[in-house]
């Protein structure tokens, strides 16, 4: 069973506005990651956050980590056509696996 | 450095066969995973290889197995194919492996049985 939970399941946008999606999970976690994938390709990284740590940034990222509500947030500012794409929280434990969830699909409108 | 490549691309297989899947990970990391990507149930994970040993397995049937190399590189095998073996199939690499690393994904493998 995935560990992960999104929300929303799916986003529209105009370019230029913010995107925020959200993940929740079970268990306690070494870290966290988001991934984006692109139209059934390969997945790419975009930031891995520590249980330890409560916020990261990345370009235009900003991931949030409350391992006491345990939940995650992915916010893109500024969004651009190219932010097209599904995006991922994955969770990893100390048995070297990531635990996906099902995925927000976003689509960023001209 | 080079990203993570998987051979082939695409393959259509009948009922029955086998097929093997694989995956050069990025020079220099040594944990390779394999995940199972479909619309029903999305992403799950397979098996994880560091140094040629299986640190971990996910729920699949014997039917999937792997294994690795002493340079890193990795196979997947599927015997006895089923049509619900229909799936992109995706290889990662990462340093030391998820617990502590962010994993490269490759292209993946889209497999379809008929």
């Known amino acids: 069973s995935q560990q992960g939970e999104e929300d929303p399941q799916a986003l529209s946008i105009q370019e230029g506005e913010n995107a925020t999606m959200n993940c929740s999970y079970k268990?306690?976690?070494?870290?966290l990651q988001w991934y984006r994938q692109n139209s059934g390709r390969g997945l790419v990284h975009l930031i891995l956050?520590?249980?330890?740590?409560r916020e990261k940034h990345s370009g235009r990222l900003r991931v949030t980590l409350d391992t006491s509500k345990k939940s995650s947030s992915l916010l893109i500012t500024a969004s651009r056509a190219a932010d097209t794409a599904s995006y991922f929280c994955?969770?990893?434990?100390?048995?070297?696996?990531?635990?996906f969830g099902a995925g927000t699909t976003v689509t960023v409108r001209a | 450095k080079a990203g993570v490549t998987q051979t082939p691309r695409y393959l259509i297989k009948t009922r029955g066969q086998q097929v093997t899947l694989s995956c050069s990970p990025i020079?220099?990391?040594?944990?390779v995973s394999w995940y199972q990507q479909t619309p029903g149930q999305g992403l799950q994970f397979l098996f994880e290889?560091?140094?040629?040993?299986?640190?971990n397995k996910g729920n699949f049937p014997g039917r999937f197995s792997g294994r690795q190399f002493s340079n890193s590189r990795s196979e997947m095998n599927v015997s006895t194919l089923e049509l619900g073996d229909s799936a992109l199939y995706l290889c990662?690499?990462?340093?030391?492996?998820?617990?502590?690393?962010?994993?490269?994904f490759g292209p993946g493998t889209r497999l379809t049985v008929t």
């Open positions: 290889y560091f140094s040629e040993t299986q640190r």
């Open positions: 268990t306690s976690i070494n870290n």
């Open positions: 020079s220099g990391h040594r944990s």
């Open positions: 994955a969770t990893a434990f100390n048995d070297y696996k990531l635990s």
């Open positions: 990662a690499s990462s340093y030391e492996g998820a617990t502590s690393y962010e994993q490269y």
């Open positions: 956050i520590r249980s330890n740590e």
